[in-house]
């Protein structure tokens, strides 16, 4: 039982290019949330979802889009990644009927 | 609009003394409170709750609905307390954490 993995750990892009971040969960956990964390402002919540093809924006989801094809699966893309989007990503999920949030390790990415 | 005010960057104290991370919220409805603690090198991972009024790792937190405020609090500080905490409430749809801006809490020998 893995909990909650992030696919990279860490990556450095140039200013313009694409990726995609991949968050999984073996848990069979129906809600899972994207969240970037900046120094001074805690964590901020990107997308959320809710069950598998359902998608919601969260506080800062401008320069993001995410899709849930898989319910274990929840991905996170930048499509023209810019400085501002460097950060550290942590994706979380859990049951609808509990309250914890259970977190990835957290992607630490650089746009130079 | 929702938010959670943790004005301590930082905290320092030495091994032994009592601490206490300040937690202020605005938020409608009734959330419901938690602090979460990100230990260096480990993920973000919850510490206690304020519906179950637990102690964990001799941390407890009081809930003040009328000063709206969640502070924790430990007698003792021990150096493996060291982490970032973060004060979190939770409600809204489809019951979204908001997170403050968390307190580094530095204990020394």
């Known amino acids: 039982n893995a909990g909650v993995t992030q696919t990279p750990k860490f990556r450095v892009l140039k200013t313009g290019q694409s990726m995609t971040l991949l968050c999984a969960q073996d848990?069979?956990?129906?809600?899972m949330y994207w969240y970037r964390q900046d120094p001074g402002m805690g964590l901020r919540l990107i997308h959320y979802?809710?069950?598998?093809?359902?998608?919601a924006k969260g506080e800062v989801p401008d320069g993001y889009n995410v899709s849930r094809l898989k319910k274990q699966n929840f991905l996170l893309g930048l499509e023209s990644a810019a400085p501002s989007q460097t950060s550290v990503y942590f994706c979380a999920s859990r049951r609808p009927d509990q309250i914890e949030q259970y977190f990835g390790p957290g992607t630490r990415l650089t746009v130079t | 609009a929702q938010r959670v005010t943790q004005p301590e960057k930082l905290l320092s104290v030495f091994k032994g003394a009592p601490v206490e991370l300040k937690c202020n919220y605005s938020y409608s409805g009734s959330p419901e409170l938690f602090w979460y603690v990100q230990y260096s090198r480990q993920r973000l991972q919850l510490l206690l709750r304020?519906?179950s009024r637990e102690s964990i790792k001799g941390f407890t937190a009081d809930l003040n609905k009328g000063e709206t405020s969640f502070h924790l609090k430990k007698p003792f500080a021990q150096e493996e307390d060291s982490a970032m905490y973060y004060c979190?409430?939770?409600?809204?749809?489809?019951?979204?954490?908001?997170f403050g801006a968390g307190t580094r809490l530095a204990v020394h020998p």
């Open positions: 979190a409430p939770q409600g809204g749809g489809y019951n979204k954490l908001i």
């Open positions: 848990m069979n956990h129906e809600y």
């Open positions: 979802s809710v069950g598998e093809g359902t998608t």
């Open positions: 304020h519906i």
